[in-house]
C-alpha cells in the first residue's frame, strides 16, 4: 500500500559526511510529518530530525548544527545531510512518515522504512 525507501547509508570517516534519502510510494494524497530515527546496538529508537509538510522542523539536540533535514512535498521525499559525523551518530536510520492519507482506500495511518545503516567508526 504505502511503502518507504531509504538510500544512501555507508561507511564514512568521523568528520565525514553523508545524505540520506527517503521516497514513499504508494496511492497517497498527502504526508503531514516526515523523518529520521535512529537506533544504535542495544538502545532505543530515538528522533534524529522530522519536518512538517509546512517546513516546520524538530532536531534531536544531538544533531543539531550538524544535520539538515528537509523535504520534496511533490516528490514524497525527505533527506537528511549529515554532516560532522561522530562515531556516535552510527546507528541504523529509519525513515518515517506520519499522517499519510492514502485515497484508495481512504486510510491515515503512519509507515516506517526499513532502515539503513549508517557507520562512522572510532
Known amino acids: 500500500q504505502v511503502q518507504l525507501v531509504e538510500s544512501g547509508g555507508g561507511l564514512v570517516q568521523a568528520g565525514g559526511s553523508l545524505r540520506l534519502s527517503c521516497v514513499a510510494s504508494g496511492s497517497i494524497l498527502s504526508i503531514n510529518t516526515m523523518g529520521w530515527y535512529r537506533q544504535a546496538p542495544e538502545k532505543q529508537r530515538e528522533l534524529v530530525a522530522v519536518i512538517t509538510s509546512g517546513g516546520s522542523t524538530n532536531y534531536a539536540d544531538s544533531v543539531k548544527g550538524r544535520f539538515t533535514i528537509s523535504r520534496d512535498n511533490a516528490k514524497n521525499t525527505v533527506y537528511l545531510q549529515m554532516n560532522s559525523l561522530k562515531p556516535e551518530d552510527t546507528a541504523v536510520y529509519y525513515c518515517?512518515?506520519?499522517?499519510?492519507?492514502?485515497?484508495?482506500?481512504?486510510?491515515?495511518?503512519?509507515?516506517w522504512g526499513k532502515g539503513t545503516q549508517v557507520t562512522v567508526p572510532s
Open positions: 518515517v512518515a506520519k499522517g499519510v492519507v492514502v485515497y484508495i482506500p481512504r486510510t491515515v495511518g503512519d509507515y
